[in-house]
């Protein structure tokens, strides 16, 4: 019997945890003593294996310092639109991205540039490395 997959809602909720602590400098060790829970029972929340009951989700949104909103912004809705079809989940790239370590190092530096021209260029820069990754389209 395979295991069934984690929700994609409780996935993306598990990530935006996973992504404040991050930007907080708190490790999973540090979030599981303030819940009084292990860094194992963290890990499963940020996967989205365990989901994140609503009073654990209260308590996690106050040590992070963030509205509950927060946990959810920008994630799958999951709700039906008017024919009966579940509306397609937004893209994640962003909070991926931001719940690396490199993305998150990368934002906090850019972030730190106040020169509009400066950061236009670095921009510019990573379009231009980024275009060379992908394979010619012609």
């Known amino acids: 019997m ?3 997959a984690p929700n994609p809602v409780d996935k993306y909720v598990g990530s935006r945890v ?3 602590r991050i930007m907080l400098g708190m490790s999973q060790e540090k979030l599981g003593e303030a819940l009084d829970l292990t ?9 989205g294996t365990n989901r994140i009951g609503a009073s654990r ?3 996690i949104s106050d040590i992070l310092q963030v509205p509950v909103s927060f946990l959810f912004e920008g ?3 999951g709700t039906l639109n008017a024919e009966g079809l579940t509306d397609a989940p937004s893209p994640a790239y962003v909070s991926d991205f931001l719940a690396t370590s490199e993305g998150l190092a990368l934002t ?3 972030t730190r540039i ?3 021209k400066l950061r236009r260029t670095i921009v510019d820069l990573v379009e231009q490395m980024a275009s060379r990754e992908q394979p ?3």
């Open 39 to 47: 860094f194992q029972q963290i890990q499963k929340y940020e996967k």
């Open 18 to 20: 996973r992504m404040r």
């Open 75 to 77: 994630g799958p809705t």
């Open 57 to 59: 989700l209260q308590q």
């Open 108 to 110: 906090r530096a850019f």
């Open 114 to 116: 106040s020169d509009p």
């Open 2 to 4: 395979s295991a069934k």
């Open 136 to 138: 010619d389209r012609r």
